[in-house]
């Protein structure tokens, strides 16, 4: 399945197969899940999807958010090289920021978390995170330098602290003898949220590019592929709702009377 969606991205390459090899991953999870399920003592145990905080931060809005931020920068140096027209070292630059502005919010993850709890860090980081990916879409190569550098650091900024927060609230109600499936089975969605949100965004992009009969992209091709993306991000940002305020209060510090 991996390496089907792998394939969306290229539809070069045909699309039959990378079909094929989607159907494929989807028959073969199914039938290891029946088996994992009615097995007494299996390779992966599934119950820890029945924690809560796992199941939200991991399988379900988690996974959907990941996607959409994903996809981010994916599309970040192709709107800069194919849709302003940039040499590749001064798009290189500018995705420098996008990066910095990650390494920049960790100093800052733990307090943030114990003076809000993790729900509402996701909620609201999540939506801000998500307008910074639709104001991708706004930016042209008319737009300052410097309001790019800070729309690239503000994505980098969010997107660091949700991604921090959803890896620590999935472990912190898991107890030990789930904590080894949880890790693999925390790992494998990562892999597939990282190559669905290219492969999606890939195929907005590819989408939107034959819609308009064009031979490349344009800047209306981007728009429309970083408000779609965005829009991923907002609906799994609301998501998070179904958490208590008290999630993760135990890994977080954060008292729920706060």
Sequence with gaps: MLYGLERLAHPENGMLPTVALIAAGIAIGWIAVRHLLRTPHPLLDLSAFKVLTFAVSTLSAGTIFRVAINATPFLLPLLFQVGFGMRPVDAGL?????????????????????????????????????????????????????????????????????????????????????????ATLSSMLQQVSMLFGVAVAAAILNLSQIAGGEATPDLADFRIAFIAIGLIGLAASFRFMVLSPSAGAEVSGHSADD
């Design 94 to 182: 500018l995705i420098l920021a996008y990066f910095l502005g990650n390494l920049g919010m960790k100093a800052v993850t733990t307090p943030t978390l114990r003076r809000f709890g993790f729900r509402r860090v996701l909620i609201v980081n999540g939506l801000i995170a998500s307008l910074a990916i639709m104001a991708c879409g706004a930016i042209s190569p008319q737009t300052s330098p410097v309001l790019v550098v800070a729309l690239m650091l503000i994505a980098g900024l969010t997107r660091s602290m949700q991604f921090t927060a959803l890896n620590t609230l999935a472990f912190a109600d898991i107890g030990g003898a789930q904590r080894s499936s949880a």
